[in-house]
């Protein structure tokens, strides 16, 4: 695999560098060594539970916190899109009456 792709790869997954793919990455290894240690005592496997549980809690939290910057943003682009149309008039207005004062 060529390294362009592997970037791409890795910018689809995180692409805005909030370590999501790392998040993920790490519950994932745990949930395989859970699966893979049957030999772990009760209070190992609870301890690896609750950790598991933890990764998963941090994964959603940023879940939610990308799409709440996701929604303020768009928010954001619509508001400055109405003001840039609402200030449009009034700013051509006031470009020819300079323009036309000049010219006398």
Same mark, same amino acid.
């Given at each position: 695999?060529?390294?362009?792709e592997v970037?791409?790869?890795?910018?689809?997954?995180?692409?805005?560098?909030?370590?999501?793919?790392?998040?993920?990455?790490?519950?994932?290894?745990?949930?395989?060594?859970?699966?893979n240690?049957p030999d772990?005592?009760? =209070?190992?496997?609870q301890?690896?539970?609750? /950790?598991m549980?933890?990764? !998963?809690?941090? %994964?959603? #939290?940023?879940?939610?916190?990308?799409?709440?910057?996701?929604v303020?943003?768009?928010?954001?682009?619509?508001?400055?899109?109405?003001?840039?149309? =609402?200030?449009?008039?009034?700013?051509?207005? /006031?470009?020819?009456?300079? !323009?036309?004062? %000049?010219? #006398?």
């Amino acid at each position: 695999m060529a390294d362009e792709e592997v970037i791409r790869r890795r910018l689809l997954i995180d692409g805005d560098g909030t370590g999501d793919d790392r998040r993920l990455n790490l519950l994932l290894k745990s949930i395989l060594k859970y699966c893979n240690s049957p030999d772990d005592t009760p =209070e190992e496997k609870q301890v690896n539970v609750d /950790r598991m549980l933890l990764q !998963l809690t941090q %994964c959603e #939290h940023a879940f939610e916190k990308s799409r709440l910057q996701l929604v303020m943003s768009t928010v954001s682009l619509r508001t400055i899109v109405l003001a840039k149309h =609402e200030t449009q008039p009034e700013a051509r207005e /006031r470009r020819m009456s300079v !323009l036309s004062m %000049c010219n #006398h």
